[in-house]
């Protein structure tokens, strides 16, 4: 089952600009992490935020966390043709080894 | 470098045909996990192990079998059980030590029938 919904689907913005994709889920959950998805390739693991934190950093990264409406959203400043790619956020539950993926946000950074 | 190796890159089954993807790690993590992504996706669990000699069913299991005979190696057979078997597989690994440890993944294998 994928609990995680991200929005918006696909994302075009020009390079420089900011790019905020958002992950809905549905559970409790223990933390949420974000990974990024080059065509063709695995996944790499991008930041993690507990459910305990509501904001986080990463470089040119922002990820916040909202427990209440079961939210997240991943802000990508200043943004370079590099960062193409497929975002997805994952979940992972309390005494739960696994991770449940969203659907994904296919972003697009026109030169 | 340590990481996560699966081969082949590309594989393609003939009908009624069993075939085994390969997924090995040098990160001496001691879960590994497999996960099936069709076009515009994201992923399903498929199965995971936890240590050596155990695993357990993911979300879509059924036509796929996995064996964890070494810590370093978790190779899935996708079996002629599985009728619409085209998909990108990922195998990916994590460090149990910690709750918060991320998951790294390999580059997947790319499955189309012939």
């Known amino acids: ?111 | 470098d340590g990481g996560i190796t699966q081969s082949p890159k590309y594989l393609f089954r003939k009908e009624g045909q069993n075939v085994t993807l390969s997924c090995e790690q040098n990160l001496n993590h001691d879960a590994m996990y497999w996960y099936r992504q069709d076009p515009g996706q994201g992923l399903r669990l498929i199965y995971y192990s936890q240590i050596v000699n155990d695993f357990q069913k993911g979300d879509i299991a059924e036509g796929y079998s996995v064996s964890r005979e070494k810590k370093e190696s978790f190779p899935l057979t996708v079996t002629s059980a599985q009728k619409n078997p085209t998909a990108f597989y990922l195998c990916a690994s994590r460090n149990r030590e910690r709750i918060d440890q991320p998951q790294h993944f390999g580059d997947g294998t790319r499955l189309s029938i012939l």
Request: with cysteine.
């Open chain 1, 1 to 111: 089952s994928q609990q995680g919904e991200e929005d918006p689907q696909a994302l075009s913005i020009q390079e420089g600009e900011n790019a905020t994709m958002n992950c809905s889920y549905k559970t409790s959950i223990n933390n949420l992490q974000w990974y990024r998805q080059n065509s063709g390739r695995g996944l790499v693991h991008l930041i993690l935020i507990r459910s305990n934190e509501r904001e986080k950093h990463s470089g040119r990264l922002r990820v916040t966390l909202d427990t209440s409406k079961k939210s997240s959203s991943l802000l990508i400043t200043a943004s370079r043709a590099a960062d193409t790619a497929s975002y997805f956020c994952a979940t992972s539950n309390f005494g739960n080894e696994k991770l449940t993926f969203g659907t994904g946000t296919r972003l697009t950074i026109i030169p």
